[in-house]
């Protein structure tokens, strides 16, 4: 059992972690808090951008001497491997912890090993203290380690009546200003936003992270992914526009699927092997449709406005549900207002067989 201080560290720490969110992939979020041997914190960090020092070398930094015969708290189980930086485990056995307390075991098989290193060095090691609370404040990173291929987050703004454009074609602008500012912060969590050919011949989007009002770029920037099975995407479309990295991926690069258009579990594992853990499908209607089907959605984010058309596309093309049987059952997680509209955060229920 933890400790109250221990527990109370551990919500620390997440919360901690949480500051890194959108800055740190290819790596995970941790937060570490450190306690001396009384309970008292003499440390604390969390890791804010992949090659910068993790979160239990900040907080041993911070501690020092203090460090010794105390408790880190730790998110995210120590790495034991040297990339850009040491492996934390040797830093905690070096600085004389006696206990480390883990949320979550790390699933990446380079850098895990760290609870045995400690172990075998002496360091009592406990396991699973708040893992729930750890484990949602990771979950695009965790589970992408975990299965090789993205976390991805269908948005799609639409009318209360489910359309996401008039009957002309208009769709400028659906939600409201505050939603598509709430839009560009959400693309600015993420490493890359994806978008069918279609999206691009219509629309010319930019796909960029930015700020609304004057325009000016947020610093990080996800890869803009066009799926375009026969490169129809123009020379000067926006997205090449070169203000952020762009894979207009074909079928001749990523391979065909049992369509004949782009295979998208090989997109999603090239986007792995590229460094995305979390990704933004922004549409349209029948890319939206075909990762629905294929099963490759893991969260819906919904913008509703307040506004009825009655005809015109829909935020959803064909999804492979012919029956209400086979209706892609949603649960809520969130709903929140968002200037006149509704965001809404829903988790698809996994399918039974
Ligand atoms: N309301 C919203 O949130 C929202 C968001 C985005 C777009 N939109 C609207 O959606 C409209 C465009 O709709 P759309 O459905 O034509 O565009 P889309 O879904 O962006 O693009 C569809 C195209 O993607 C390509 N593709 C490649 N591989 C695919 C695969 N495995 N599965 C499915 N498609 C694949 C296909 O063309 P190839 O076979 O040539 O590759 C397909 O025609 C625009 O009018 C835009 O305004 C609305």
Do not use: F, S, Y
């Given at each position: 059992m933890a400790s109250g201080s221990v527990d109370e560290a551990m919500r620390r720490a997440i919360a901690l972690a949480a500051r890194g969110l959108g800055t740190t992939s290819p790596n995970p979020v941790v937060g570490c808090v450190l306690l001396d041997p009384d309970g008292e914190v003499v440390g604390e960090g969390f890791h804010a951008y992949a090659g910068g020092p993790h979160a239990e070398i900040?907080?041993?930094a911070?501690?020092?001497r203090r460090a010794r015969g105390g408790t880190a708290v730790v998110t995210l189980e120590p790495c034991d491997h040297t990339g850009r930086t040491g492996p934390c485990s040797h830093a905690l056995l070096a600085a004389g912890v006696a206990r480390v307390v883990i949320?979550?075991?790390d699933p990446n098989p380079v850098a895990s090993g760290g609870a045995a290193t400690l172990r075998a060095g002496g360091?009592?090691?406990?396991?699973?203290?708040?893992?729930?609370e750890a484990e949602a404040g990771n979950v695009a990173w965790l589970t992408s380690m975990r299965r090789g291929w993205p976390y991805v987050v269908w948005k799609y703004a639409a009318t209360l009546?489910?359309?996401s454009a008039a009957a002309d074609g208009t769709s400028m602008w659906i939600t409201s200003e505050a939603a598509r500012i709430d839009v560009h912060a959400l693309r600015g969590t993420v490493d890359a936003v994806i978008a069918g050919v279609g999206t691009v011949l219509a629309d010319d989007p930019r796909l960029t992270a930015r700020n609304l009002r004057d325009g000016t770029l947020a610093i990080r920037q996800p890869l803009r992914v066009v799926v375009d099975t026969f490169g129809r995407t123009p020379a000067d479309a926006r997205v090449r526009d070169g203000a952020a990295r762009t894979w207009v991926a074909t079928a001749a690069e990523v391979g065909t699927g049992p369509d004949g258009r782009v295979d998208l579990p090989a997109l999603l594992a090239e986007l792995h092997h590229r460094g995305v853990r979390a990704a933004l499908l922004e549409g349209g209607p029948q890319l939206a449709g075909a990762f629905l089907a294929a099963g490759l959605v893991d969260r819906v984010v919904a913008y509703v406005a307040p506004k009825l058309l009655g005809a015109g596309p829909t935020a959803l093309a064909d999804a492979g549900v012919g029956t209400i049987a086979d209706a892609i059952d949603l649960e809520i997680t969130d709903v929140t207002q968002v200037g006149p509209d509704l965001r809404i955060t829903a988790l698809p229920r996994k399918r039974e067989g």
């Open positions: 900040v907080a041993l911070q501690a020092g949320a979550v075991p360091v009592d090691v406990e396991l699973g203290v708040r893992a729930a009546d489910g359309r």
